[in-house]
């Protein structure tokens, strides 16, 4: 039920209370995922995409074999206000350049743990519009968060994670990907699909090409969102003009 595969929400609130709390410090290892089974009262693959969550939210970082570790909060050392002013264009524009070449080197690059991963997360995305609703974005932020690790060039990663903070935190950007984003749903999940098999054929150039598709997918919406938005102002206006300017107007 589509209420079951959203359990995890609810553990993803708890856990974030107690690592505000102090009770799971910043810098600190989680307990092990059959701990926190017990002690939230749920299957431990919940807790598995409580953790993917949590780490889209980058409140934690899943170190391979070492453990889930506590993350300073965002915004302690990185604050809105402080980006500079970008429009959707020109943001998803940098995005499409940045990421285009993210995959490239990450087809090189990409380890078998990292593939699934990036598997597990297309699964995740259909999960989240099963029912014909986007409810969340965050198995795709994990998508691309993979595909910039897996370039193991910490400069590039941190750049694509600036651009997805502020793809969330831009509230003019953030509502226009909310709006397209809940269309067109499975051409979305047939895009990211199309990612992960050039990554998983090792084909850089086609890993280029498939981002760069899913991107221009997303212009081509947004420059019809806009044009739509311009022509309904151009529908307004005349109407205005002509209720104002009408003859019917200075009949008695």
């Known amino acids: 039920m589509a209420g079951d595969k959203r359990l995890y929400r609810g553990v993803v609130v708890k856990m974030l209370a107690l690592i505000e709390s102090g009770e799971y410090p910043a810098g600190g290892r989680l307990p092990p995922e059959r701990e926190l089974a017990e002690r939230f009262s749920v299957s431990r693959p919940t807790i598995r995409e409580a953790i993917i969550a949590l780490e889209a939210q980058d409140r934690v970082r899943v170190k391979t074999g070492s453990g889930v570790y506590v993350l300073e909060h965002p915004d302690s050392t990185r604050q809105s206000g402080n980006q500079p002013a970008v429009s959707t ?12 070449e993210a995959a490239a080197l990450a087809a090189v690059m990409i380890n078998d743990d990292q593939l699934a991963q990036l598997e597990a997360a297309l699964h995740d995305m259909a999960d989240e ?18 595909i910039s690790q897996a370039t193991c060039n910490p400069i590039l990663a941190k750049i694509i994670d600036d651009l997805w903070y502020m793809r969330d935190n831009v509230p003019t950007v953030h509502q226009a990907y909310q709006s397209i984003c809940e269309t067109d749903g499975q051409r979305r999940i047939d895009e990211h699909r199309a990612i992960f098999d050039a990554l998983k054929q090792r084909d850089a150039g086609q890993a280029r090409k498939a981002m760069h598709d899913h991107f221009s997918r997303i212009l081509n919406k947004l420059i019809a969102a806009k044009e739509a938005e311009q022509m309904e102002e151009i529908r307004r206006k005349a109407e205005a003009s002509r209720k104002r300017f009408s003859l019917q107007t200075l009949r008695p």
């Open 129 to 146: 519009s099963a029912d014909g609703t986007l409810h969340s974005e965050l198995a795709d932020k994990k998508f691309h968060q993979i």
């Open 89 to 100: 264009f020109e943001l998803t524009e940098a995005r499409a350049l940045i990421e285009g």
